[in-house]
Protein backbone atom coordinates (compact mmCIF):
# COMPACT_ATOMS: atom_id res chain seq x y z
CA UNK A 1 0.00 0.00 0.00
CA UNK A 2 1.50 3.40 -1.31
CA UNK A 3 0.20 6.29 0.53
CA UNK A 4 1.69 9.47 0.66
CA UNK A 5 -0.24 11.28 2.87
CA UNK A 6 -0.57 9.28 5.44
CA UNK A 7 2.96 8.79 5.55
CA UNK A 8 3.57 12.85 5.66
CA UNK A 9 0.58 12.15 8.79
CA UNK A 10 2.59 9.44 10.55
CA UNK A 11 5.96 11.11 10.45
CA UNK A 12 4.60 14.14 11.61
CA UNK A 13 3.28 12.42 14.33
CA UNK A 14 6.58 10.55 15.34
CA UNK A 15 7.92 13.64 16.07
CA UNK A 16 5.55 15.02 18.04
CA UNK A 17 6.51 11.32 20.17
CA UNK A 18 9.62 12.34 19.81
CA UNK A 19 9.09 15.83 21.62
CA UNK A 20 6.98 14.46 24.21
CA UNK A 21 10.18 11.81 24.50
CA UNK A 22 12.55 15.15 24.93
CA UNK A 23 10.36 16.81 27.87
CA UNK A 24 9.47 13.54 29.90
CA UNK A 25 12.86 12.81 29.77
CA UNK A 26 14.85 16.09 30.52
CA UNK A 27 14.58 15.29 34.25
CA UNK A 28 16.82 11.80 33.80
CA UNK A 29 19.49 14.06 33.12
CA UNK A 30 18.52 16.88 35.26
CA UNK A 31 15.92 16.94 37.85
CA UNK A 32 19.22 16.15 40.52
CA UNK A 33 21.14 19.06 39.66
CA UNK A 34 18.36 21.79 39.17
CA UNK A 35 17.18 20.36 43.05
CA UNK A 36 21.06 20.83 44.70
CA UNK A 37 21.04 23.86 42.66
CA UNK A 38 24.01 22.85 40.69
CA UNK A 39 22.30 24.60 37.44
CA UNK A 40 19.42 27.21 37.08
CA UNK A 41 16.53 25.71 36.16
CA UNK A 42 16.52 27.09 32.28
CA UNK A 43 20.46 26.39 31.68
CA UNK A 44 19.90 22.99 32.67
CA UNK A 45 17.19 22.42 29.92
CA UNK A 46 19.03 24.50 27.72
CA UNK A 47 22.64 22.46 28.38
CA UNK A 48 20.64 19.16 28.55
CA UNK A 49 19.21 20.44 24.72
CA UNK A 50 22.13 20.46 22.93
CA UNK A 51 23.56 17.43 24.47
CA UNK A 52 20.68 15.38 23.48
CA UNK A 53 21.10 17.13 19.92
CA UNK A 54 24.65 16.45 20.02
CA UNK A 55 24.13 13.12 21.34
CA UNK A 56 21.51 12.06 18.24
CA UNK A 57 24.11 12.63 15.72
CA UNK A 58 26.54 10.87 17.70
CA UNK A 59 25.51 7.17 17.11
CA UNK A 60 23.52 6.43 14.18
CA UNK A 61 23.34 2.54 15.49
CA UNK A 62 19.66 2.75 14.89
CA UNK A 63 19.23 -0.02 17.46
CA UNK A 64 17.98 -2.84 14.67
CA UNK A 65 14.64 -1.10 13.90
CA UNK A 66 12.61 -0.36 17.64
CA UNK A 67 10.25 -2.45 15.94
CA UNK A 68 11.90 -5.69 14.05
CA UNK A 69 12.73 -7.67 16.75
CA UNK A 70 9.52 -7.12 18.65
CA UNK A 71 7.02 -7.01 15.82
CA UNK A 72 6.92 -9.40 12.79
CA UNK A 73 7.43 -6.17 9.91
CA UNK A 74 5.85 -8.22 7.84
CA UNK A 75 2.86 -7.68 9.56
CA UNK A 76 3.20 -3.65 10.20
CA UNK A 77 1.67 -0.74 8.32
CA UNK A 78 1.45 3.16 8.29
CA UNK A 79 -2.07 2.76 10.30
CA UNK A 80 -0.58 0.27 12.74
CA UNK A 81 2.64 2.50 12.89
CA UNK A 82 0.03 5.84 13.49
CA UNK A 83 -2.03 3.91 15.82
CA UNK A 84 1.01 2.82 17.68
CA UNK A 85 2.36 6.22 18.03
CA UNK A 86 -1.36 7.60 18.93
CA UNK A 87 -0.83 5.04 22.40
CA UNK A 88 2.75 5.99 22.96
CA UNK A 89 2.05 9.94 22.92
CA UNK A 90 -1.12 9.71 25.02
CA UNK A 91 0.68 7.92 27.80
CA UNK A 92 3.57 9.90 27.82
CA UNK A 93 1.08 12.92 27.62
CA UNK A 94 -0.60 11.66 30.93
CA UNK A 95 1.79 10.59 33.19
CA UNK A 96 3.34 13.69 32.16
CA UNK A 97 0.30 15.63 33.71
CA UNK A 98 0.52 13.33 36.55
CA UNK A 99 4.17 14.04 36.94
CA UNK A 100 5.21 10.14 37.00
CA UNK A 101 8.21 9.74 35.95
CA UNK A 102 7.54 6.80 32.99
CA UNK A 103 9.14 5.06 30.39
CA UNK A 104 8.82 6.84 27.01
CA UNK A 105 9.87 3.83 25.14
CA UNK A 106 7.97 1.72 26.53
CA UNK A 107 4.89 3.75 25.64
CA UNK A 108 6.20 3.60 22.28
CA UNK A 109 6.78 -0.31 22.42
CA UNK A 110 3.41 -0.89 23.94
CA UNK A 111 1.79 1.28 21.44
CA UNK A 112 2.79 -0.51 18.53
CA UNK A 113 2.83 -3.82 20.06
CA UNK A 114 -1.63 -3.04 20.92
CA UNK A 115 -1.93 -1.46 17.89
CA UNK A 116 -0.02 -5.26 15.64
CA UNK A 117 -2.27 -7.03 18.44
CA UNK A 118 -5.35 -5.30 16.79
CA UNK A 119 -3.92 -5.68 13.04
CA UNK A 120 -2.28 -8.96 13.22
CA UNK A 121 -3.06 -10.89 16.32
CA UNK A 122 -1.12 -12.66 18.73
CA UNK A 123 1.11 -13.78 15.75
CA UNK A 124 2.12 -10.52 14.59
CA UNK A 125 4.55 -10.25 18.00
CA UNK A 126 7.92 -11.70 18.82
CA UNK A 127 7.06 -12.30 22.33
CA UNK A 128 10.71 -13.87 23.15
CA UNK A 129 12.30 -10.56 21.59
CA UNK A 130 9.84 -8.48 23.43
CA UNK A 131 10.83 -10.18 27.35
CA UNK A 132 14.05 -10.41 26.54
CA UNK A 133 14.87 -7.43 25.21
CA UNK A 134 12.57 -5.20 26.59
CA UNK A 135 11.18 -6.37 29.64
CA UNK A 136 13.99 -8.11 31.76
CA UNK A 137 16.19 -5.52 30.85
CA UNK A 138 13.51 -3.24 32.21
CA UNK A 139 13.20 -5.31 35.48
CA UNK A 140 16.87 -5.50 36.14
CA UNK A 141 17.78 -1.91 35.20
CA UNK A 142 16.98 0.00 37.78
CA UNK A 143 18.35 -2.42 40.22
CA UNK A 144 21.72 -2.31 38.54
CA UNK A 145 21.90 1.65 38.37
CA UNK A 146 20.35 2.12 42.10
CA UNK A 147 23.28 -0.73 43.17
CA UNK A 148 25.74 1.22 41.22
CA UNK A 149 24.46 4.90 42.62
CA UNK A 150 24.34 3.12 45.94
CA UNK A 151 27.64 2.09 46.04
CA UNK A 152 28.72 5.99 44.50
CA UNK A 153 27.17 7.25 46.99
CA UNK A 154 28.44 5.55 49.66
CA UNK A 155 32.16 5.97 48.67
CA UNK A 156 31.44 9.83 47.89
CA UNK A 157 30.74 10.84 51.25
CA UNK A 158 33.53 8.62 52.98
CA UNK A 159 36.10 9.60 50.81
CA UNK A 160 35.02 13.33 51.17
CA UNK A 161 33.92 12.98 54.95
CA UNK A 162 36.71 15.93 56.07
CA UNK A 163 35.09 17.89 53.86
CA UNK A 164 33.61 20.55 54.96
CA UNK A 165 29.51 21.29 53.96
CA UNK A 166 30.43 23.97 52.02
CA UNK A 167 33.15 22.96 50.06
CA UNK A 168 31.46 19.70 50.09
CA UNK A 169 28.85 20.98 48.23
CA UNK A 170 30.59 23.08 45.71
CA UNK A 171 32.92 20.32 44.59
CA UNK A 172 30.38 18.02 43.99
CA UNK A 173 28.06 20.38 42.02
CA UNK A 174 30.64 20.84 39.73
CA UNK A 175 30.67 16.90 39.38
CA UNK A 176 27.22 17.19 39.05
CA UNK A 177 27.32 19.27 35.73
CA UNK A 178 29.88 17.25 34.54
CA UNK A 179 27.62 13.70 34.85
CA UNK A 180 24.51 15.56 34.25
CA UNK A 181 25.52 16.54 30.59
CA UNK A 182 26.74 12.86 30.09
CA UNK A 183 23.42 11.62 31.06
CA UNK A 184 21.66 14.27 28.54
CA UNK A 185 24.30 12.97 25.82
CA UNK A 186 23.27 9.13 26.64
CA UNK A 187 20.32 9.68 26.36
CA UNK A 188 20.26 11.87 23.08
CA UNK A 189 22.39 8.90 21.84
CA UNK A 190 19.83 6.38 23.03
CA UNK A 191 16.18 7.50 22.37
CA UNK A 192 16.46 10.00 19.52
CA UNK A 193 17.24 6.33 17.65
CA UNK A 194 13.58 5.48 18.27
CA UNK A 195 11.57 7.78 16.80
CA UNK A 196 14.55 7.64 13.53
CA UNK A 197 14.11 4.11 13.62
CA UNK A 198 9.75 4.22 13.72
CA UNK A 199 9.99 6.96 10.78
CA UNK A 200 12.26 4.56 8.86
CA UNK A 201 9.83 1.84 9.41
CA UNK A 202 7.08 4.06 8.01
CA UNK A 203 8.97 4.90 5.15
CA UNK A 204 9.80 0.99 3.98
CA UNK A 205 6.65 0.08 4.57
CA UNK A 206 5.96 2.42 2.18
CA UNK A 207 7.84 1.63 -0.12
CA UNK A 208 9.24 4.88 -0.09
CA UNK A 209 12.49 2.88 1.04
CA UNK A 210 13.85 -0.08 0.54
CA UNK A 211 13.99 -2.69 2.94
CA UNK A 212 16.89 -2.39 5.24
CA UNK A 213 17.54 1.30 4.44
CA UNK A 214 19.28 3.40 7.39
CA UNK A 215 17.66 6.10 8.36
CA UNK A 216 18.37 9.08 5.88
CA UNK A 217 19.92 12.34 6.76
CA UNK A 218 16.58 14.51 7.25
CA UNK A 219 15.35 11.73 9.41
CA UNK A 220 17.90 11.99 11.90
CA UNK A 221 17.94 16.04 11.54
CA UNK A 222 14.26 16.36 12.38
CA UNK A 223 13.91 13.72 15.22
CA UNK A 224 17.42 15.17 16.77
CA UNK A 225 15.66 18.51 16.43
CA UNK A 226 12.27 17.70 17.73
CA UNK A 227 14.06 15.62 20.92
CA UNK A 228 16.25 18.56 21.62
CA UNK A 229 13.16 20.95 21.52
CA UNK A 230 11.33 18.74 23.65
CA UNK A 231 14.04 18.48 26.35
CA UNK A 232 14.33 22.69 26.33
CA UNK A 233 10.25 22.63 27.15
CA UNK A 234 11.31 21.16 30.18
CA UNK A 235 9.07 18.45 31.47
CA UNK A 236 9.07 20.35 35.11
CA UNK A 237 6.56 18.21 36.27
CA UNK A 238 8.74 15.47 36.17
CA UNK A 239 11.44 16.86 37.16
CA UNK A 240 10.24 18.16 39.86
CA UNK A 241 9.01 14.73 41.15
CA UNK A 242 12.53 12.81 40.40
CA UNK A 243 14.10 15.88 42.08
CA UNK A 244 12.25 16.54 45.27
CA UNK A 245 9.65 13.71 45.37
CA UNK A 246 11.71 10.73 45.88
CA UNK A 247 14.43 11.76 47.60
CA UNK A 248 15.72 15.12 48.96
CA UNK A 249 19.07 15.19 47.37
CA UNK A 250 22.36 16.63 47.87
CA UNK A 251 25.09 17.36 45.34
CA UNK A 252 26.90 14.05 46.27
CA UNK A 253 24.16 12.21 46.00
CA UNK A 254 23.35 14.29 42.56
CA UNK A 255 26.67 13.20 41.28
CA UNK A 256 26.33 9.97 42.40
CA UNK A 257 22.63 9.31 40.78
CA UNK A 258 23.55 10.93 37.48
CA UNK A 259 27.14 8.47 37.13
CA UNK A 260 25.33 6.14 37.75
CA UNK A 261 22.87 6.13 35.15
CA UNK A 262 25.14 7.69 32.54
CA UNK A 263 27.20 4.28 33.02
CA UNK A 264 24.66 1.46 32.74
CA UNK A 265 22.77 3.71 29.82
CA UNK A 266 26.13 3.59 28.08
CA UNK A 267 26.93 0.33 28.53
CA UNK A 268 23.70 -1.84 28.26
CA UNK A 269 23.86 0.24 25.12
CA UNK A 270 26.92 -1.07 23.76
CA UNK A 271 25.72 -4.68 24.41
CA UNK A 272 23.20 -4.20 21.90
CA UNK A 273 20.32 -3.22 24.66
CA UNK A 274 18.26 0.16 24.54
CA UNK A 275 17.36 0.58 28.12
CA UNK A 276 14.02 2.85 29.60
CA UNK A 277 16.44 6.03 30.36
CA UNK A 278 13.51 6.65 33.43
CA UNK A 279 13.92 3.67 34.67
CA UNK A 280 17.60 3.94 35.01
CA UNK A 281 17.82 7.16 36.12
CA UNK A 282 14.85 6.40 38.82
CA UNK A 283 16.51 3.68 40.16
CA UNK A 284 19.60 5.65 40.37
CA UNK A 285 18.36 8.24 42.48
CA UNK A 286 16.32 5.62 44.76
CA UNK A 287 19.95 4.36 45.05
CA UNK A 288 21.19 7.08 46.20
CA UNK A 289 18.36 7.74 48.96
CA UNK A 290 19.82 3.84 50.40
CA UNK A 291 23.50 4.86 50.14
CA UNK A 292 23.72 7.65 52.14
CA UNK A 293 22.56 7.17 56.05
CA UNK A 294 20.04 8.97 56.97
CA UNK A 295 18.60 9.68 53.34
CA UNK A 296 14.68 9.63 53.50
CA UNK A 297 13.02 7.62 50.78
CA UNK A 298 9.24 8.51 50.12
CA UNK A 299 8.19 4.84 49.20
CA UNK A 300 4.73 5.80 48.42
CA UNK A 301 5.98 7.66 45.45
CA UNK A 302 8.13 5.14 44.41
CA UNK A 303 5.40 3.06 45.19
CA UNK A 304 3.57 4.98 42.57
CA UNK A 305 5.50 5.25 39.86
CA UNK A 306 6.27 1.15 39.79
CA UNK A 307 2.75 0.96 39.41
CA UNK A 308 3.13 3.18 36.38
CA UNK A 309 5.77 1.55 35.05
CA UNK A 310 4.03 -1.90 35.22
CA UNK A 311 1.38 -0.18 33.71
CA UNK A 312 3.13 1.80 30.82
CA UNK A 313 3.57 -1.15 28.21
CA UNK A 314 -0.30 -2.93 28.84
CA UNK A 315 -1.97 0.46 29.09
CA UNK A 316 -0.29 2.61 25.79
CA UNK A 317 -0.70 -1.23 24.23
CA UNK A 318 -4.74 -0.60 24.56
CA UNK A 319 -4.46 2.84 23.51
CA UNK A 320 -2.89 2.03 20.16
CA UNK A 321 -4.78 -1.50 20.23
CA UNK A 322 -8.38 1.04 20.18
CA UNK A 323 -6.39 3.20 17.39
CA UNK A 324 -5.86 0.32 15.36
CA UNK A 325 -9.20 -0.63 15.59
CA UNK A 326 -10.88 2.42 15.26
CA UNK A 327 -8.38 3.46 12.14
CA UNK A 328 -9.73 0.17 10.69
CA UNK A 329 -13.06 0.14 10.87
CA UNK A 330 -13.22 3.38 9.57
CA UNK A 331 -11.00 2.00 7.12
CA UNK A 332 -8.56 4.03 4.81
CA UNK A 333 -6.76 7.81 4.70
CA UNK A 334 -9.98 8.86 6.30
CA UNK A 335 -9.38 6.40 9.34
CA UNK A 336 -6.13 7.49 9.92
CA UNK A 337 -6.76 11.03 9.86
CA UNK A 338 -9.73 10.69 12.14
CA UNK A 339 -7.60 8.43 14.68
CA UNK A 340 -5.13 11.54 14.74
CA UNK A 341 -7.37 14.24 14.88
CA UNK A 342 -8.87 12.45 18.27
CA UNK A 343 -4.86 12.40 19.40
CA UNK A 344 -4.65 16.03 18.78
CA UNK A 345 -8.14 17.15 20.70
CA UNK A 346 -6.83 14.28 24.12
CA UNK A 347 -3.56 15.81 23.87
CA UNK A 348 -5.20 19.77 23.91
CA UNK A 349 -7.36 18.64 26.83
CA UNK A 350 -4.14 17.20 28.65
CA UNK A 351 -2.37 20.59 28.08
CA UNK A 352 -5.14 22.40 29.15
CA UNK A 353 -5.72 20.21 32.80
CA UNK A 354 -1.92 20.78 33.50
CA UNK A 355 -2.51 25.07 33.63
CA UNK A 356 -4.44 24.51 36.75
CA UNK A 357 -1.71 22.85 38.85
CA UNK A 358 1.23 24.97 36.86
CA UNK A 359 4.75 23.61 37.00
CA UNK A 360 7.61 25.87 35.49
CA UNK A 361 11.02 26.71 36.03
CA UNK A 362 9.62 29.36 38.89
CA UNK A 363 8.60 26.55 41.04
CA UNK A 364 10.20 23.31 40.35
CA UNK A 365 12.04 23.19 43.58
CA UNK A 366 9.03 24.26 46.03
CA UNK A 367 8.49 21.91 48.77
CA UNK A 368 7.23 18.80 48.46
CA UNK A 369 3.67 18.57 49.58
CA UNK A 370 2.62 15.31 48.50
CA UNK A 371 1.94 15.87 44.83
CA UNK A 372 3.60 17.43 42.05
CA UNK A 373 1.74 20.61 41.81
CA UNK A 374 3.41 22.69 44.57
CA UNK A 375 2.40 24.60 47.20
CA UNK A 376 -1.42 26.15 46.19
CA UNK A 377 -3.04 26.95 48.89
CA UNK A 378 -5.44 24.21 48.55
CA UNK A 379 -2.87 21.61 49.00
CA UNK A 380 -1.05 23.51 52.19
CA UNK A 381 -4.32 23.52 53.91
CA UNK A 382 -5.16 20.40 53.29
CA UNK A 383 -1.56 19.29 54.41
CA UNK A 384 0.70 15.93 52.83
CA UNK A 385 -2.49 13.28 52.38
CA UNK A 386 -4.20 15.06 50.03
CA UNK A 387 -4.09 12.78 46.71
CA UNK A 388 -4.63 15.65 44.47
CA UNK A 389 -2.59 15.53 40.91
CA UNK A 390 -1.77 12.04 40.92
CA UNK B 1 16.58 -19.94 29.79
CA UNK B 2 19.78 -18.73 28.37
CA UNK B 3 17.81 -16.92 25.51
CA UNK B 4 16.00 -15.32 27.34
CA UNK B 5 18.86 -13.74 30.18
CA UNK B 6 22.32 -12.77 29.31
CA UNK B 7 23.91 -13.25 32.02
CA UNK B 8 27.14 -12.55 31.17
CA UNK B 9 25.66 -8.92 29.67
CA UNK B 10 24.42 -8.75 32.98
CA UNK B 11 27.60 -9.23 34.92
CA UNK B 12 29.83 -7.70 32.70
CA UNK B 13 27.41 -4.62 32.94
CA UNK B 14 27.22 -4.40 36.79
CA UNK B 15 31.00 -4.92 37.21
CA UNK B 16 32.04 -1.90 34.88
CA UNK B 17 28.53 -0.24 35.61
CA UNK B 18 30.34 -0.12 39.16
CA UNK B 19 33.99 0.82 38.03
CA UNK B 20 32.62 3.84 35.75
CA UNK B 21 29.60 4.73 37.31
CA UNK B 22 30.99 4.77 40.97
CA UNK B 23 34.86 4.35 40.39
CA UNK B 24 35.09 7.46 38.35
CA UNK B 25 33.04 9.76 40.80
CA UNK B 26 35.13 8.31 43.91
CA UNK B 27 38.69 9.32 41.96
CA UNK B 28 36.72 12.85 40.95
CA UNK B 29 36.22 12.78 45.20
CA UNK B 30 39.46 11.96 45.90
CA UNK B 31 41.01 14.67 43.33
CA UNK B 32 38.73 17.42 45.26
CA UNK B 33 39.62 15.99 48.67
CA UNK B 34 43.24 16.17 47.42
CA UNK B 35 42.45 19.71 46.08
CA UNK B 36 41.62 21.01 49.63
CA UNK B 37 44.38 20.07 51.34
CA UNK B 38 46.28 22.77 52.67
CA UNK B 39 49.65 23.80 52.47
CA UNK B 40 50.66 21.45 55.29
CA UNK B 41 51.19 17.36 55.66
CA UNK B 42 48.60 16.10 53.68
CA UNK B 43 48.73 12.86 54.77
CA UNK B 44 47.37 13.91 58.16
CA UNK B 45 43.75 14.54 56.94
CA UNK B 46 42.48 11.07 55.99
CA UNK B 47 43.90 10.08 59.62
CA UNK B 48 41.81 11.79 61.83
CA UNK B 49 38.56 10.59 61.20
CA UNK B 50 35.85 13.67 61.50
CA UNK B 51 38.00 16.14 63.75
CA UNK B 52 39.61 18.89 61.51
CA UNK B 53 43.14 17.97 59.39
CA UNK B 54 45.16 20.36 57.87
CA UNK B 55 42.57 20.65 54.81
CA UNK B 56 39.47 19.55 56.38
CA UNK B 57 39.21 23.30 57.52
CA UNK B 58 39.42 24.71 54.70
CA UNK B 59 36.03 26.03 53.43
CA UNK B 60 37.33 26.52 49.63
CA UNK B 61 38.20 24.17 47.08
CA UNK B 62 41.99 25.14 46.87
CA UNK B 63 44.33 24.30 49.47
CA UNK B 64 47.51 25.06 48.63
CA UNK B 65 49.18 21.84 49.18
CA UNK B 66 51.32 21.46 45.78
CA UNK B 67 51.01 17.49 46.03
CA UNK B 68 47.41 17.71 46.60
CA UNK B 69 46.67 19.89 43.83
CA UNK B 70 49.51 17.07 41.94
CA UNK B 71 46.84 13.82 42.37
CA UNK B 72 44.03 15.95 42.35
CA UNK B 73 45.16 16.91 38.90
CA UNK B 74 45.89 13.14 37.49
CA UNK B 75 42.58 12.00 39.29
CA UNK B 76 40.80 14.97 36.83
CA UNK B 77 42.61 13.77 33.80
CA UNK B 78 41.85 10.09 34.26
CA UNK B 79 38.38 10.80 34.92
CA UNK B 80 38.35 13.00 31.82
CA UNK B 81 40.11 10.86 29.88
CA UNK B 82 37.62 7.61 30.95
CA UNK B 83 34.37 9.95 29.85
CA UNK B 84 36.80 10.96 26.68
CA UNK B 85 37.24 7.16 25.62
CA UNK B 86 34.02 6.41 26.47
CA UNK B 87 32.15 9.20 23.92
CA UNK B 88 34.73 8.31 21.55
CA UNK B 89 33.84 4.74 21.54
CA UNK B 90 30.28 5.35 21.38
CA UNK B 91 31.07 7.21 18.24
CA UNK B 92 33.36 4.38 16.53
CA UNK B 93 30.66 1.35 17.17
CA UNK B 94 27.83 4.33 15.88
CA UNK B 95 29.56 5.12 12.49
CA UNK B 96 30.28 1.66 11.36
CA UNK B 97 32.93 1.72 8.33
CA UNK B 98 31.31 0.87 5.33
Known sequence: MHNDLILVLVVITALCFDFTNGFHDTGNAMATSIATGALGPRVAVGISAILNLAGAFLSLAVAATIASGLVHTADVTLSVVAAGLVGGIIWNLLTWLFGIPSSSSHALIGGIIGATLAAAGIAGVEWQGLVSKVIIPAILSPFIAGLVSACGTWLLYRISRDMTTRARSHGFRIGQIGSACMVSLAHGTNDAQKTMGIITLALITNHTLPTGSNAPDWVIVSCALAISAGTYLGGWRVIRTLGKGLVEIDSPQGMAAESASAAVILLSASFGYTLSTTHVATGSIIGTGLGKKGADVRWNVAGRMATAWVFTLPCAALVGAAAEGLTHLIGGTAGVIVALAILAAVALYIYLRSRATKVDHENVNSEWTGSVAPGTDEAMAAGTSEPSAG | ?98
Open chain 2, 1 to 98: MSSWINLSAIWKIVVFGLLAGAGLPALFAIGMVSLTRGGRSPRQATATAGTAGPGAGNDVLIGGSVIGMMIAAVCFLIVLAAIGWGIFEIYQSGHPAK
